[in-house]
Nanobody, 121 residues
Framework: QVQLVESGGGLVQAGGSLRLSCAAS????????IGWFRQAPGNEREFVAA????????SYGDSMKGRVTISRDSAKNTVYLQMNNLKPEDTSVYFC??????????????WGQGTQVTVSS
């Protein structure tokens, strides 16, 4: 079973950028489609982006489309989420997880601690 650890969050001003990392352990990481999700206090967890096991295909949720780019480095067992032009409403805890497919990015792995992103106005 693959285990995922998120990092890279922090405090940033509106309009700024952050790159989140999702580091995986386990030999089967490269066979999984990986997705990023976020959850703000009082809100349900929502889908942000996903990338195929090969890295050649991606999908994005509506909330951050056009401002985020997902990528993966299989040699480093890491998936990245580059976030630009951040807004205060992007303040959330961001999580990564294995998902069933790009077209149906329902998560099926265990959730990690996530990484906090706080955007100040």
């Amino acid at each position: 079973q693959v285990q995922l650890v998120e990092s890279g969050g922090g405090l940033v001003q509106a309009g700024g950028s952050l790159r989140l990392s999702c580091a995986a352990s386990g030999r089967t990481f490269s066979s999984y489609t990986i997705g990023w999700f976020r959850q703000a206090p009082g809100n349900e967890r929502e889908f942000v982006a996903a990338i195929s096991w090969s890295g050649g295909l991606t999908s994005y949720g509506d909330s951050m489309k056009g401002r985020v780019t997902i990528s993966r480095d299989s040699a480093k067992n890491t998936v990245y989420l580059q976030m630009n032009n951040l807004k205060p409403e992007d303040t959330s805890v961001y999580f990564c997880n294995a998902v069933r497919s790009l077209s149906s990015p329902s998560p099926f792995g265990a959730w990690g601690q996530g990484t906090q992103v706080t955007v100040s106005s």
